[in-house]
């Protein structure tokens, strides 16, 4: 086989689904609730208890209601897309298995090498996150760490290294280690507690909403001293920019493809359940938010608790911080379970060592890569300021989300009598309105992410060509 036709050699859609059929390598236990509450879990976060309000108080006033809209109708083209390809290819790997199968090797393993960076970073940004809410309760109660084991070098004086984020994600870790159904069933716990909160914040909230707080819906424009503009229809798009790294997380689910107990029906019906009431979460608690505070008092670290304090509602305020706490859990579950997952799959498909491909004799989880995941992420989350992590996250899953809807549409042109248990609607469209966002979100990061994204692919490129061409399982193959 020649040089270039190695870089395009992919696995037909047919060899996939034959063996989504015979593979055995893990215990298949999870059903549709239990996936949809990945989905939730990896979605609803920080979105509903910090960026609502902060997005209300710095870009778009009451219209943050119509960001997380904008936003979530350029997610639900990718989720649609996903959706295909996950009753199509109930496979491990979600992007990096579909772009396998449609692109070629090389495109594959740069986006599966991508999004295991960008899971693990996601990971460590949102264990720091977690961190602050727990230290905070600590201190409520009398209870302090020692001043080192309180966060990274720069985080504060005398700080060297966060203990309690790094301790968080050995222990989501462990979670994974054992029995997947116990991990899930932690998780739909956790997602349920998250909702409950959710649901209290809306059945509470809405007898207080005062309309008046509602007026003007899109503030007019305003240039602060330093230059940058504010409100009007421009500050709502900048805000949904700012939150649609909020309304993703449903492709996690798509990576434990093979833990299904019915993958190709149930796949693509949780990735559609989890967008959609995610979404409406999202929506319900941006106009009562704007509706029970003025949007100019909600530039604060946890808008939605301290809204509740403005009206007196303590108890409200300190359940949806302790819900806070509880929730970021199912976060940190849902992109080390995808992280975990792709790893697996380059390993079984030998592009990175097979030593990883190996599950655990009984619990039946991919114990190798789930350990060293956990102590990187551990490392950076302990040793790293939450800023300088959160810069570097997000480019891989929007490259993912190009691949995805890219791959629908050359599918469709390649093979359109393959059986498909569902099919993306409107397509090209569809999937043209996700790249379309997706290429202008990429257009909004900052230059040091794209400058670390470099230097990950190049990496990615050496082992690529170093390891990974000679040793796929690809290359024993005939012709």
């Not at 700080?159 to 222990?171: I, K, M, Q």
């Not at 975990?340 to 655990?360: E, N």
């Not at 890569?369 to 989350?381: D, E, K, R, S, W």
Request: hydrophobic content about 55%.
């Amino acid at each position: 086989m020649g040089f270039l036709n190695k870089l395009v050699r992919h696995k037909p859609v047919e060899l996939l689904q034959a063996e989504a059929g015979k593979r055995g390598d893990f215990r298949r236990v999870l059903g549709l609730w239990q996936l949809t509450a990945i989905g939730i879990g990896g979605i609803i976060g920080v979105g509903v208890f910090v960026l609502a309000g902060q997005q209300a108080a710095l870009n778009a006033g009451p219209a943050v209601a119509l960001s997380f809209l904008i936003a979530g109708i350029a997610s639900a083209a990718a989720a649609l897309c996903y959706a295909e390809f996950a009753g199509l290819i109930p496979v491990t790997g979600s992007a990096y298995t579909y772009g396998y199968a449609v692109l070629g090797e090389l495109a594959a393993w740069l986006i599966g090498w991508d999004l295991l960076l960008e899971y693990a970073l996601i990971v460590a940004v949102v264990a720091i996150g977690w961190s602050g809410y727990v230290q905070s309760a600590l201190a409520s109660m009398g209870l302090e760490l020692p001043v080192w084991a309180r966060g990274a070098i720069g985080t504060g004086e005398g700080h060297v290294f966060n203990v309690v984020a790094a301790l968080v994600t050995l222990g989501v870790s462990a979670l994974l280690i054992f029995r997947t159904e116990w991990g899930a069933r932690f998780n739909t716990l956790v997602v349920a507690i998250k909702v409950a909160a959710v649901a209290l914040v809306i059945g509470v909230g809405v007898f207080y909403v005062n309309p008046a707080n509602w007026v003007p819906f899109i503030p007019a424009r305003v240039i602060g001293p330093d230059g940058v503009g504010h409100f009007g229809f421009q500050g709502v798009a900048s805000a949904a920019a700012v939150v649609f790294f909020a309304v993703f997380g449903y492709d996690t689910l798509t990576t434990a493809a093979e833990e299904s107990k019915n993958p190709q029906r149930d796949l693509p019906r949780a990735v559609l359940l989890s967008l959609g009431i995610s979404m409406a979460m999202y929506l319900a608690v941006s106009l009562v938010l704007t509706g029970i505070a003025h949007y100019t008092t909600l530039k604060t670290d946890a808008p939605v608790a301290d809204a509740f304090k403005g009206l007196g509602l303590h108890w409200v305020a300190l359940t949806v911080s302790v819900s806070a706490v509880f929730g970021l859990i199912s976060v940190l579950f849902a992109f080390m379970l995808g992280a975990t997952r792709i790893w697996f799959a380059l390993s079984r498909d030998g592009l990175l060592p097979g030593w990883f491909a190996k599950v655990h004799p009984r619990y039946g989880t991919p114990h190798r890569p789930t350990i060293a995941l956990g102590a990187f992420t551990a490392l950076v989350a302990g040793l790293l300021p939450i800023e300088e992590v959160a810069k570097l996250v997000n480019i891989g899953v929007l490259s993912a989300f190009i691949v995805i809807c890219t791959s629908v549409i050359i599918l469709r042109k390649r093979k359109p009598d393959l059986h498909r248990n569902f099919r993306t609607p409107l397509v090209p469209l569809i999937p043209l309105v996700g790249i379309a966002f997706s290429l202008w979100l990429l257009s909004e990061l900052p230059a040091i992410t794209w400058e670390v994204f470099l230097i990950w692919v190049s990496l990615g490129l050496l082992i690529y060509f170093s390891y990974g061409m000679h040793h796929s399982k690809l290359e024993k193959l005939p012709g």
